[in-house]
């Protein structure tokens, strides 16, 4: 069993899922259907564990559990298995919902694991770590790919990004590609979070 007076963190994470995405022809760098349907993958997920705060981004999902869970008395090898197990469930039941058009070729799956975080400070730390990658992450996707679009080769784009700080890939993107990207949709620089209260989940980005 997990340490009581703990909060307890189920983080889930897709397996080998950019392979999964180049194969179902996701849209690079970031295609809203995929987000939706895994932010409908985690709302499914929160009712299981019963937790009330998640937050997600790319092929991840954070899920939240109060110090005071007594869920299957803390066990983490039952959390994990049923955080994943629903997680890649619903995945892919929803998945004609969000892909009306694209048929499943392989099987989408994801595996989980548990970590306790003692304090409300640290907890946030690590929300605050993951939306903090979500940005790096985000921000590098979108200036590579808007260079792939533009005609260079996957290793032209990787030199010319090679080095560069924040403010250069945002140069870039606005000198030329006119984009802003502050006004980017926030689920892509942000990822997105999920509350639930009285029975119902609802998402922030």
């Given amino acids: 069993s997990l340490l009581p007076g703990c909060y307890i963190v189920v983080r889930v994470d897709g397996q080998s899922f950019h392979k999964f995405t180049s194969e179902h022809a996701f849209v690079k760098p970031n295609d809203r259907r995929g987000l939706r349907l895994a932010v409908r993958a985690a709302a499914h997920t929160m009712k299981v564990l019963d937790c009330n705060l998640a937050y997600g981004q790319s092929d991840e999902f954070s899920f939240v559990l109060g110090k005071d869970s007594k869920l299957w008395n803390r066990r983490a090898s039952k959390l994990v298995s049923a955080a994943a197990s629903s997680f890649s469930a619903a995945y892919v039941m929803f998945w004609p919902q969000y892909f009306p058009d694209v048929e499943l070729k392989s099987i989408p799956s994801f595996d ?45 784009a990787c030199e010319r990004l090679q080095g560069t700080f924040a403010k250069d890939k945002n140069e870039i993107l606005f000198s030329e590609f006119g984009i802003n990207y502050a006004k980017e949709p926030a689920e892509y620089r942000r990822g997105s979070t999920l509350l639930r209260a009285t029975g119902k989940v609802v998402r922030k980005a």
């Fill in 112 to 156: 989980a694991r548990t970590v306790i975080y003692p304090t409300e400070k640290v907890l946030k730390d690590y929300l605050c770590w993951r939306q903090a990658d979500c940005h790096i992450n985000n921000l590098y996707n979108t200036t590579f790919w808007n260079l792939v679009a533009k005609g260079m080769s996957n290793d032209e």
